[in-house]
C-alpha cells in the first residue's frame, strides 16, 4: 500500500499518473490511497477506471489552473516595477573603474571587494568598460611532409 496525500502531488499529468499506478499496481496486492481524494487506485473494472481518470484529469487542470495564476502574478509585478531575485551588493563604481582601467586584475577587485570574479565582469560590462576582447595569434604549425612521402616510407 502507498499513501499519498493528493493526486497532483503525485504526477503532472494524467498519462504520468496512469503510468504510475499502472507500474505500482502490476502485483494485484498494490494498490494507492489518496488521502485528500479518499480513493483508492482501483481500476478493476470500467467505472472504477474511469471515475479514476475524471479525478486525474481535475487534478491536472487544478494544477494547470495553478500555473496559470503564478504566471499572471509574476507578470503583473514585472509590468508594476517589482523587481525579483536578490538585490545587487553596492560597490564602489569609480574606484573599481578607475583600478581596472590601471591594469588591477579583475581577481584582485572581487577578491579585495569580496564579491566573485564573476560579479565584477558583470558589473565592468553594465557599466561600458569590459568588453571581451580576442587577439587573432597566428600560430606557424610544421608544414607537413607530401603524401607521396608518408606513403613511400611507411
Known sequence: MVLCADMSRLCRSLSDLLDTVTIISKDNDKKIFFIKENIWSDVSDPYKKAFFQMLGVLAQLERDIIVQRMQEGRDFALNNGVKFGRKEKKLPKETIISAYKMGVPMSKL?????????????????????????????????????????????
Open 110 to 154: 572581487a577578491q579585495d571587494n569580496k564579491v566573485s570574479f564573476e560579479t565584477i565582469k558583470r558589473r565592468l560590462k553594465s557599466w561600458g568598460i569590459y568588453e571581451k576582447t580576442c587577439q587573432n595569434k597566428i600560430i606557424k604549425l610544421p608544414i607537413p611532409p607530401p603524401i607521396e612521402w608518408v606513403v613511400s616510407l611507411g
